[in-house]
């Protein structure tokens, strides 16, 4: 499965959770991560996000809400 997808699917899976807002994948150098966006960080969302995903390490950022 390619990033973009494991991305895609990782934000199916969460997006029940009311703090997640998107997901997305940022290059840096010459890898790829995966974004998960988050309306704030709280400690239960943080637990159920996994530190890789599909072999892809997974990063978390607080960008707010998208919606208002």
């Known amino acids: ?3 973009a997808d494991a991305s895609r699917q990782l934000y199916s899976s969460l997006k029940e959770y009311k703090e997640v807002v998107g997901s997305g994948v940022q290059r840096q ?3 790829s991560y995966i974004v998960i ?3 704030e960080a709280t ?3 943080l637990e ?3 530190p890789t995903y599909y072999g892809n390490v997974v990063k978390t950022i607080v ?3 998208f919606f208002s």
């Open 1 to 3: 499965m390619d990033i």
């Open 29 to 31: 150098g010459n890898g």
């Open 37 to 39: 966006y988050l309306s």
């Open 43 to 45: 400690q239960s969302i």
């Open 48 to 50: 159920k996000i996994p």
């Open 63 to 65: 960008s707010g809400s």
